[in-house]
């Protein structure tokens, strides 16, 4: 018989608030094997744990329940208590009263009820757990960076450094991401690709990095330490290693109208491509959908011009297989489309534009060579209007829109007004914002000499319409401080749109197992803790993939994540699960059924000498689990009709237990 | 939940992975869903046992539903694709031997879906209510 | 009536003894009465000429014995094996249940077995001797002067009715002429059980299983059942109850012994001829067969020796456990 304890966290007042800890305490000290119970506010803190330990000590427990968070959450953290008391890790059981109980219920009666019943079914099964060792597996010591901005570039830089291979792969044809859109950065001004293409070429020449550009992951199997990956190399029709990037054929293509998507479609590119002058890597691509050789076989021209013999029309997607031990998710994000926010026009008149748009606009290497001229008719725009958080903090009612703030935007637009004010003083400047957050090193002081030296107007209000009338824009707009109404004819607006989450973030998540919020943002495994870990093993974030952020805060992420991944790829062996499947020989009929759904082909047959109840021996083919092989997933156990396989630490038994628990 | 004052028991075996994430993502949003639900959590939805099924609605369950990850999207690459044969065939016996075919369910639940593990225990559980006590399957010695 | 003699098969069981090829004959020994045959191990030509017999009641199929037996004796073992009882001889080599050296099959046509309990619907009870007649069957009774003259193909057992295979699968040695596999109506009771509402289905079952007496006579003689622990008298199954309690027992144990045989049951329909209450058992194991020739191709367990049954197999495609019951609502 066990001896359990049972501790019952508050949770402070997010488990207490809807679950009556001491009725839960007091309910389960009467179970079966129960020999200690009791509550307290937040048992994963010092003293929480501490209460355990002692208990664990005092009660000599043979198991232990923890009524608290998710598993998910501090299973992990439990699991190293009990042990730290002298106390098999995996005689711990969680019930989870927060997530599945006093969250999702309000009813204090009702929420305590269910507390009860599922701090019930884990002792019963407690009552049933046995002490488990876990095995090793070895690591692959090279780490897979997935995007690559200034997050995946920074990730991947310092696990270089660090000694260990990595691979960038990137679905653009160049690195860089929207870092190399962008023309000054906040809150310095230092021109952003002053600052990004040296990193760039740091990656390039690294001899421990390995682009993917025009790559995407399509397959990701394994686990921590051992995930095997399919990278789908797009035929970009350009011998990579041949290519010189010398620009020849993007010069003498005959298709010029391909909207040029590095500038946002505001000017035009050839068929075959180099994205920008300072593209990692710098080799040119043809756009099948474009390209008149590649559509219907005629022209050819590229490959005429082509000294060096790069051109292949004939390329096919390639699909290259590679093991790694840790995964970076470094896919950043865009801007939202502004289909749903037709009243500021923007598919009305040219000259709305988003801010991204702008940065193009004012940068030397954009499709108006720096000069800011309107996009309708390139004259220079004498009253700008900036209207802040498009998209940003909308109300869920709405069904428009994100109701997160995109965190980037005041900053961005402070900058974009500044600059504006700096480089055409005669230019007329509106910022509308609802609230001006400045909280960064330097910011609120960045955002006030806009104000204060450059003569920004920012007026606190919304902009209600924008109408195009001949050739300005009336943007009817109320001034919340003042309560007055105002109405500025503008030359140019320009839309501070919200960003979200790449679109190849979502079926990234789902091959990858990882979790992703509602704005399918990656979740972390702890929001505090472990901001740049997903809940997945061996599965990393860096950069805006996990929420938005600015240049600064990427960066230190990008440089989290690579310490996450290096202090995985320095260890040699990575203890595994014991939770794994394992055969009882004596009932084992040899059948192969759970040979044949193991998905890892964790498991062999061996012949072996059995003494029978009437004294014979007979020599019987049984089925043997290989530990390291074996993930748990349990599919051999239904497999089985003997029942000979059973999973450790969810044993058959185990789980009828709980039923039996919960079905009380 | 009570429909026409019955309140029902259902047992929800949710994978570690993607479901039970789910779940708790469900809880992190703090979307509500019946407290008749109890969960339990396996390492993949392949490791429910049919006897686990049976067992539940033997000692009084009146729902069973099984998540896991969405099919391709299992943490063991293919644990899903026997539960989906494995409960297709259970459930299908026991709409043959006349249960109601609406207290079982398999649904697949990521972990980025909170809202649909909500809206899915909400409406299992109010279709569940429905039907009343499960008095097809239940054995009557484990009812206190 | 049986095509191969009762002489053929002694003198071919006596020779193989004698030539050394085989160390013992798993055949069928008559009972008090000649509709009660029973399974014996033979060992010597005397116990064979004296004791074994082949008629129209030899309906047990012998390939779960091998399972044991073959572990038991050192030399080869020979097995006569009805076109039926190969399916379940493959469908055990599948499962490397036994060691196949060690056993020397011949195969031996079949005309369809009698079902005792409709001979005595016919002829009462009281039956003393009953002799093959061709196409017929002679009963005698104690209680009539004559014998009855009975129709064979009136009292076929249902399993033979709608036998499904009159080719042998598996076999080292042919008797008589082989037979080709039948295109049967076998899933039409399945059929129209699911064309009934729920509650007709459940009453149907609620009938039926309640019969039970968990003799487990079912889970006994299925080949497929040859489990070295089966979970019914496991304790630590959770499901290792004996007596029938209540109405939901037996449903549990049915339910769970046709799934744990679902993609490895060959339809030999051993379970309802054993049956002592007459509970048409092979209508749970045909549903299984059929959903599984529905949901995922056609499947016929042990028609080869090697294959992958459904139930440890999928592919990406499958329907959903919800389409099943879609499905078959936009067929009805």
């Given at each position: 018989?066990q001896?359990?304890g049972?501790?019952v966290?508050?949770?402070?007042?997010?488990?207490a608030?809807?679950v009556d800890?001491h009725?839960?305490?007091e309910a389960?000290k009467?179970?079966p094997g129960?020999?200690?119970?009791?509550?307290?506010?937040?048992?994963?803190?010092?003293?929480?744990?501490d209460?355990?330990?002692n208990?664990?000590?005092?009660?000599k427990?043979?198991?232990?329940?923890?009524?608290?968070c998710?598993p998910r959450?501090h299973?992990a953290?439990f699991r190293?208590?009990a042990?730290?008391?002298g106390?098999?890790?995996?005689m711990v059981?969680?019930a989870?009263i927060?997530?599945?109980?006093?969250w999702v219920h309000?009813?204090?009666a009702?929420?305590?009820?269910?507390?009860i019943?599922l701090?019930?079914?884990?002792?019963?099964?407690?009552?049933?757990?046995?002490?488990?060792t876990?095995?090793?597996t070895?690591?692959?010591k090279?780490?897979?960076?997935i995007?690559g901005?200034?997050?995946?570039?920074?990730?991947?830089?310092d696990?270089?450094?660090?000694?260990?291979p990595?691979?960038?792969?990137?679905?653009?044809?160049?690195?860089?991401g929207?870092?190399?859109?962008?023309d000054?950065t906040?809150?310095?001004?230092?021109?952003?690709a002053?600052?990004?293409?040296p990193?760039?070429v740091?990656v390039a020449q690294?001899?421990?990095?390995?682009i993917f550009?025009?790559?995407?992951v399509?397959?990701?199997k394994?686990f921590v330490g051992n995930f095997?990956?399919?990278i789908?190399k797009?035929a970009?029709y350009v011998?990579?290693d041949v290519?010189?990037?010398?620009?020849?054929?993007?010069?003498?293509?005959?298709?010029k109208?391909?909207p040029?998507e590095f500038?946002?479609?505001m000017?035009?590119?050839r068929?075959v491509?180099?994205?920008?002058a300072?593209?990692?890597p710098?080799v040119?691509?043809?756009?099948?959908?474009a390209?008149?050789?590649i559509?219907n076989?005629?022209?050819?021209?590229c490959?005429k011009?082509c000294?060096?013999?790069a051109?292949d029309?004939t390329?096919?997607?390639?699909f290259?297989q590679?093991?790694?031990?840790?995964?970076?998710v470094?896919?950043?994000?865009?801007?939202?489309?502004m289909d749903k926010?037709?009243?500021f026009?923007?598919?009305?008149?040219?000259d709305?534009?988003?801010s991204?748009?702008?940065?193009?606009l004012t940068?030397a290497?954009g499709?108006?060579a720096?000069?800011l001229l309107?996009?309708?008719?390139?004259?220079?725009?004498?009253?700008?209007?900036?209207?802040?958080?498009?998209?940003?903090?909308?109300?869920?009612?709405?069904?428009?829109?994100?109701e997160y703030?995109?965190?980037?935007c005041?900053?961005y637009t402070?900058?974009h007004a500044?600059?504006?004010?700096?480089?055409?003083p005669?230019?007329e400047v509106?910022v509308?914002?609802?609230?001006v957050r400045?909280p960064?090193?330097?910011?609120d002081?960045?955002y006030r000499?806009?104000?204060?030296?450059y003569?920004v107007?920012y007026?606190?209000?919304?902009v209600?319409?924008v109408?195009?009338?001949?050739?300005?824009?009336?943007?009817?707009?109320?001034d919340l401080?003042?309560?007055k109404q105002?109405h500025?004819?503008?030359?140019?607006?320009?839309?501070?749109a919200a960003?979200e989450?790449?679109?190849?973030?979502?079926?990234?998540?789902?091959m990858?197992t990882?979790?992703?919020d509602?704005n399918?943002?990656?979740?972390?495994?702890h929001?505090?803790?472990r901001?740049?870990?997903?809940?997945?093993a061996?599965v990393?974030?860096?950069?805006?993939?996990?929420g938005?952020?600015?240049i600064?805060?990427t960066?230190?992420?990008?440089?989290?994540?690579?310490?996450?991944v290096i202090g995985?790829l320095a260890?040699?062996k990575l203890?595994?699960?014991p939770?794994?499947?394992?055969?009882d020989?004596?009932?084992?009929n040899g059948?192969?059924a759970?040979?044949?759904?193991?998905p890892?082909?964790?498991?062999?047959?061996?012949?072996?000498?059995f003494?029978m109840?009437?004294r014979t021996?007979v020599?019987?083919?049984v089925?043997?689990v290989?530990?390291a092989?074996c993930?748990?997933?349990g599919?051999?156990t239904?497999a089985?009709p003997s029942?000979a396989?059973?999973l450790r630490?969810f044993s058959?038994q185990q789980?009828?237990?709980?039923?039996?628990?919960i079905c009380? | 939940?009570q429909?026409?004052?019955?309140?029902?028991l259902?047992v929800?075996?949710?994978?570690?992975?993607?479901?039970?994430a789910?779940?708790?993502?469900a809880?992190?949003n703090?979307?509500?869903?019946p407290?008749?639900v109890?969960?339990?959590?396996?390492?993949?939805?392949?490791?429910?046992?049919?006897?686990?099924?049976?067992?539940?609605?033997?000692?009084g369950?009146d729902?069973?539903i099984?998540c896991?990850?969405h099919p391709?999207?299992?943490?063991?690459t293919s644990?899903?694709y026997?539960?989906?044969r494995?409960?297709?065939?259970?459930f299908?016996?026991?709409d043959?031997?006349?249960?109601?075919r609406e207290?079982t369910r398999?649904?697949?639940?990521?972990?980025?879906?909170g809202a649909?593990f909500?809206?899915t225990m909400?409406?299992f559980?109010?279709?569940v209510a429905a039907?009343?006590?499960?008095?097809?399957?239940?054995?009557?010695?484990?009812?206190? | 009536?049986?095509t191969?003699?009762r002489?053929q098969?002694i003198n071919?069981?006596?020779?193989?003894?004698?030539?050394?090829?085989v160390?013992?004959?798993?055949g069928w020994k008559?009972g008090?009465?000649?509709?009660d045959?029973?399974?014996?191990?033979?060992?010597?030509?005397?116990?064979?000429?004296a004791d074994?017999?082949w008629?129209?009641?030899?309906g047990a199929?012998?390939?779960?014995?091998?399972?044991?037996?073959?572990?038991?004796?050192?030399?080869?073992?020979?097995?006569?094996?009805?076109?039926c009882d190969?399916?379940s001889?493959?469908?055990l080599?599948?499962?490397h249940r036994f060691?196949r050296?060690?056993v020397?099959a011949v195969?031996i046509p079949?005309?369809?077995?009698?079902?005792i309990s409709?001979?005595k619907?016919?002829?009462?009870?009281?039956?003393?001797?009953?002799e093959?007649?061709?196409d017929y069957?002679?009963?005698t009774?104690i209680?009539d002067?004559?014998p009855i003259?009975?129709e064979?193909?009136e009292v076929l057992a249902e399993r033979?009715?709608n036998?499904k295979?009159k080719?042998?699968?598996?076999?080292?040695e042919?008797l008589?002429?082989?037979g080709?596999?039948?295109d049967?109506n076998?899933?039409?009771e399945?059929?129209?059980l699911?064309?009934?509402?729920p509650d007709?289905?459940?009453?149907?079952?609620?009938k039926?299983?309640?019969?039970?007496?968990?003799?487990?006579?079912?889970r006994?003689?299925?080949?497929?059942?040859?489990c070295?622990?089966?979970?019914?008298?496991?304790?630590?199954?959770?499901?290792?109850?004996?007596?029938?309690a209540?109405?939901f027992?037996?449903?549990?144990?049915?339910?769970?012994r046709?799934?744990h045989?679902a993609?490895?049951?060959?339809?030999c329909?051993?379970?309802?001829?054993?049956?002592?209450q007459?509970?048409p058992l092979h209508l749970l194991?045909?549903?299984?067969?059929?959903?599984?020739n529905e949901f995922?191709?056609?499947?016929q367990a042990g028609a080869q020796e090697g294959?992958?049954?459904?139930?440890v197999?999928?592919?990406?495609?499958?329907?959903e456990?919800?389409?099943?019951?879609?499905?078959r609502d936009t067929?009805?």
């Amino acid at each position: 018989m066990q001896r359990i304890g049972v501790f019952v966290c508050w949770c402070g007042s997010n488990i207490a608030g809807t679950v009556d800890v001491h009725a839960v305490a007091e309910a389960l000290k009467s179970e079966p094997g129960v020999v200690f119970s009791t509550d307290y506010q937040y048992m994963c803190s010092q003293a929480g744990q501490d209460i355990i330990k002692n208990a664990i000590a005092e009660h000599k427990l043979t198991g232990i329940v923890v009524c608290s968070c998710s598993p998910r959450m501090h299973e992990a953290t439990f699991r190293k208590t009990a042990a730290a008391a002298g106390l098999n890790p995996y005689m711990v059981e969680i019930a989870n009263i927060r997530e599945q109980c006093s969250w999702v219920h309000k009813d204090m009666a009702i929420g305590t009820e269910k507390a009860i019943i599922l701090g019930k079914a884990a002792v019963a099964k407690v009552n049933l757990n046995a002490p488990l060792t876990p095995g090793q597996t070895p690591v692959t010591k090279r780490a897979l960076v997935i995007g690559g901005g200034i997050a995946g570039i920074q990730t991947a830089l310092d696990i270089a450094d660090a000694g260990f291979p990595v691979d960038i792969v990137e679905k653009k044809p160049t690195i860089g991401g929207k870092m190399s859109q962008l023309d000054k950065t906040f809150p310095t001004l230092d021109c952003a690709a002053c600052i990004l293409t040296p990193k760039m070429v740091d990656v390039a020449q690294h001899e421990n990095i390995r682009i993917f550009s025009y790559s995407e992951v399509t397959d990701v199997k394994g686990f921590v330490g051992n995930f095997d990956v399919t990278i789908k190399k797009n035929a970009r029709y350009v011998k990579e290693d041949v290519c010189t990037g010398c620009g020849l054929c993007t010069e003498k293509c005959p298709m010029k109208k391909v909207p040029n998507e590095f500038n946002l479609g505001m000017d035009n590119r050839r068929a075959v491509y180099i994205p920008f002058a300072q593209a990692v890597p710098k080799v040119a691509t043809i756009d099948p959908n474009a390209c008149n050789m590649i559509k219907n076989g005629k022209c050819g021209l590229c490959a005429k011009v082509c000294t060096v013999g790069a051109i292949d029309y004939t390329q096919k997607d390639e699909f290259i297989q590679e093991k790694y031990g840790a995964i970076v998710v470094a896919t950043g994000f865009n801007p939202i489309s502004m289909d749903k926010f037709d009243e500021f026009a923007y598919s009305q008149s040219k000259d709305v534009i988003t801010s991204l748009e702008f940065e193009r606009l004012t940068n030397a290497a954009g499709p108006t060579a720096g000069k800011l001229l309107r996009p309708s008719d390139g004259k220079h725009p004498r009253t700008i209007v900036f209207v802040q958080c498009v998209g940003s903090r909308c109300d869920a009612k709405a069904e428009k829109g994100k109701e997160y703030c995109s965190k980037i935007c005041c900053m961005y637009t402070a900058k974009h007004a500044m600059l504006v004010r700096d480089k055409y003083p005669d230019t007329e400047v509106y910022v509308f914002y609802i609230d001006v957050r400045t909280p960064g090193k330097n910011f609120d002081e960045f955002y006030r000499r806009a104000v204060e030296e450059y003569g920004v107007h920012y007026v606190k209000g919304m902009v209600g319409k924008v109408v195009p009338e001949g050739d300005v824009l009336k943007v009817q707009a109320s001034d919340l401080l003042s309560n007055k109404q105002l109405h500025i004819d503008a030359d140019l607006v320009v839309l501070a749109a919200a960003i979200e989450p790449d679109k190849s973030a979502r079926p990234l998540a789902t091959m990858l197992t990882a979790s992703m919020d509602t704005n399918d943002f990656f979740t972390e495994a702890h929001p505090k803790l472990r901001p740049v870990e997903s809940p997945t093993a061996g599965v990393f974030l860096s950069g805006a993939c996990q929420g938005p952020k600015d240049i600064p805060e990427t960066v230190s992420q990008a440089g989290a994540a690579a310490s996450k991944v290096i202090g995985l790829l320095a260890k040699d062996k990575l203890t595994g699960n014991p939770c794994i499947a394992h055969s009882d020989e004596l009932m084992c009929n040899g059948c192969s059924a759970c040979e044949k759904v193991c998905p890892y082909g964790a498991i062999t047959y061996v012949d072996k000498e059995f003494r029978m109840p009437d004294r014979t021996t007979v020599i019987r083919r049984v089925a043997s689990v290989n530990p390291a092989v074996c993930q748990g997933c349990g599919a051999c156990t239904v497999a089985c009709p003997s029942g000979a396989m059973d999973l450790r630490g969810f044993s058959s038994q185990q789980i009828m237990a709980e039923v039996d628990a919960i079905c009380k | 939940m009570q429909v026409n004052g019955y309140k029902p028991l259902i047992v929800a075996f949710c994978c570690n992975w993607c479901s039970y994430a789910g779940a708790d993502l469900a809880g992190n949003n703090r979307l509500n869903y019946p407290a008749d639900v109890k969960i339990i959590r396996v390492p993949c939805s392949c490791r429910v046992n049919p006897m686990f099924v049976l067992r539940a609605f033997q000692r009084g369950a009146d729902g069973v539903i099984i998540c896991g990850c969405h099919p391709g999207d299992c943490h063991y690459t293919s644990g899903n694709y026997y539960t989906r044969r494995r409960m297709a065939l259970l459930f299908s016996m026991l709409d043959y031997l006349g249960i109601e075919r609406e207290r079982t369910r398999v649904e697949w639940v990521s972990a980025a879906e909170g809202a649909k593990f909500a809206a899915t225990m909400n409406e299992f559980t109010e279709t569940v209510a429905a039907l009343g006590e499960n008095k097809r399957l239940e054995d009557l010695r484990c009812k206190q | 009536m049986q095509t191969v003699t009762r002489e053929q098969l002694i003198n071919k069981a006596v020779a193989l003894l004698a030539d050394g090829t085989v160390k013992c004959v798993l055949g069928w020994k008559k009972g008090e009465f000649d509709y009660d045959v029973t399974p014996a191990v033979f060992e010597t030509e005397e116990e064979i000429r004296a004791d074994f017999v082949w008629n129209d009641f030899c309906g047990a199929n012998f390939s779960k014995y091998l399972v044991a037996k073959t572990r038991q004796f050192d030399g080869k073992i020979l097995v006569f094996l009805k076109p039926c009882d190969t399916y379940s001889f493959n469908q055990l080599l599948t499962e490397h249940r036994f060691d196949r050296d060690k056993v020397y099959a011949v195969g031996i046509p079949c005309a369809g077995m009698a079902d005792i309990s409709k001979i005595k619907e016919i002829c009462g009870d009281g039956i003393s001797s009953i002799e093959a007649d061709g196409d017929y069957l002679s009963v005698t009774t104690i209680y009539d002067d004559q014998p009855i003259k009975v129709e064979i193909k009136e009292v076929l057992a249902e399993r033979c009715l709608n036998c499904k295979s009159k080719k042998h699968v598996a076999y080292d040695e042919l008797l008589g002429e082989e037979g080709d596999v039948i295109d049967s109506n076998r899933f039409d009771e399945v059929a129209q059980l699911e064309a009934m509402t729920p509650d007709e289905r459940f009453a149907f079952w609620q009938k039926e299983l309640s019969r039970c007496i968990r003799c487990n006579a079912c889970r006994d003689v299925c080949p497929a059942c040859t489990c070295e622990k089966c979970v019914f008298d496991n304790p630590n199954s959770g499901v290792e109850n004996k007596s029938p309690a209540n109405s939901f027992e037996e449903k549990m144990f049915h339910i769970i012994r046709a799934f744990h045989v679902a993609g490895r049951c060959t339809d030999c329909g051993e379970c309802s001829r054993v049956c002592p209450q007459h509970i048409p058992l092979h209508l749970l194991n045909r549903k299984f067969i059929k959903d599984i020739n529905e949901f995922y191709g056609e499947y016929q367990a042990g028609a080869q020796e090697g294959s992958r049954a459904p139930v440890v197999d999928y592919t990406t495609e499958d329907l959903e456990p919800g389409e099943v019951f879609d499905r078959r609502d936009t067929n009805a």
